[in-house]
């Protein structure tokens, strides 16, 4: 009878260099991993959707500033174009009036 090993688990054969060896690369993968996600865990945590870079911010800046811009102009055009159909109306009854 061999003696028993301490490495032997009861009721189970012992594993070949192979199976060892792969053992011991599935336990380190399993570690690392296990290290990973506790690290990611312990992490500030952070929003995809909050989270923007400098650049892509100064961008943001800039397109909300010619947005206000524009809608500043839209408005000035709108109120342009409505004096200006009130002048083409007045004008059309002004002509009306005087062929009459």
Partial sequence: MAPNS???VKGESPMTDL???AYIELRDKYETL?????????????????S?????????EQIRDRN?????ELA????????LKLQVDILRTSSRRVRY
């Fill in 76 to 83: 000035s055009l709108r109120k342009e174009n409505a004096k």
């Fill in 34 to 50: 296990l290290q990973e996600a506790l690290a990611m865990k312990l992490a500030p945590s952070q929003k995809g959707e909050d």
């Fill in 68 to 72: 206000d811009e524009l809608k500043t």
């Fill in 52 to 60: 923007v870079s400098d650049y892509q911010f100064q961008q943001y």
């Fill in 19 to 21: 199976q060892f060896t």
């Fill in 6 to 8: 301490v490495d032997t």
